[in-house]
């Protein structure tokens, strides 16, 4: 008889996003004929770069002429990818790495998903409360944690990320395995500084733990005095995956395309030097036959002089809306959080309101969908995510809509 994973049977349901979807549903079934404007999600909405596109489209050429075509490609990702994203670390971040050190892959998802597979199922592992949710769906999927209590997993130990610390975690009090930590944060908007990750370092770096670094928006931090890589702080490589994307800077969330840094450096407990990147490199070679070549050809160009212009246009656009999101909803009195080196805006929920109160009030009255805090983790509860993304016009009739909701 077949039996599925009670590892999966454990998730609790995906409740966040069809949640708010039913009730935008059910909204506008009652209210035909008013548009309703999203601030909710975190999709990218302007068009690629030129030269990022010409260099997918001749890609494509070449794969409709017999003698320029080409199959399956590096394991590991294609070596000029490799090659400049190890020459990418070394301009940005003055950190020399050998390119077996570089996995290309479909996206920071499936990484920060798929990483955990490689670690013992007996790990104790800590997320940021509140976070990305594949963090923790991962974990209990990969049978790394209790079952559901209600309000979070038994097992799982949660770094809490508050207000009255600008919502950045500090390292658990208890020895764990695993970290997971995301910079500039999704939800919050929070980024870490040298000398709060340098914290989590030196305790990976004590309790022989590894931290799974999330930089999907590194290159949102345009202020001094944030780390943009982990590997920038000291220690970082003998203690450190970092994992990022080309989906929130070069707009490839439909393309796909991203890439983990796994050094040979790292240390865990009883094994040999190596380890991991070993386990890394056979667990991609024997389950992911390689990203797209279309998207990898994206994401060389992207990676160039004029590439990383086109790129860092697209990055100013949305934070010219994260901006203009700010400052607009501070004019009205709400508390807000990032949107500065962070496509997200968290705004407190004003006189008290829970996250979905607020979102319901924002939907009634203004017609915007937002995002609720609370599904990010408990520490989210009273507060709401705006995204940038979206048209500018969109943006700001949104603004507005609140605004007006705002002053009834
Ligand atoms: N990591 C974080 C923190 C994210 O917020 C997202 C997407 O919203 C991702 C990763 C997903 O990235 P990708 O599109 O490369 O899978």
Redesign the pocket.
Known sequence: MARVNENFLKLASGYLFPEINRRKNEWAKNNPGISIYSLGI?NTTEELGPSIASAMIEKVNKLSNRNTYTGYGDEQGDAELRRELASFYEKEYGVSFPLDYFFVS?????D?ANISEIFSQSSVVAITDPA?P?YVDSTVASGKSGNFNGNSYDGIVYMDAREDDGFLPRPPKVKVDLIYL?SPN?PTGAVFTAERLQEFIDYAIENKAIIIF?A??SDYIRDEGFVRSIYQLDGAEKCAIE?N????NAG??GV???WSVVPKTLVCENEEEGVVNRLWNRRQTTFFNGASNISQAGGIAALKQEGRRECRRLVDYYLENARIIKTNLEDIGLKCYGGANSPYIWAKCPNGLSSWDFFDFLLAKAHVIVTPGSGFGKNGEGFVRLSSYGHREDIIQAVNAIKGAMNE
């Open positions: 975190g479909d996206g920071a998802k499936s920060a990305y594949v995301c999704n999330d999907a928006y994992i994307s080309f989906s929130k490839f969330t796909r395309l991203g």
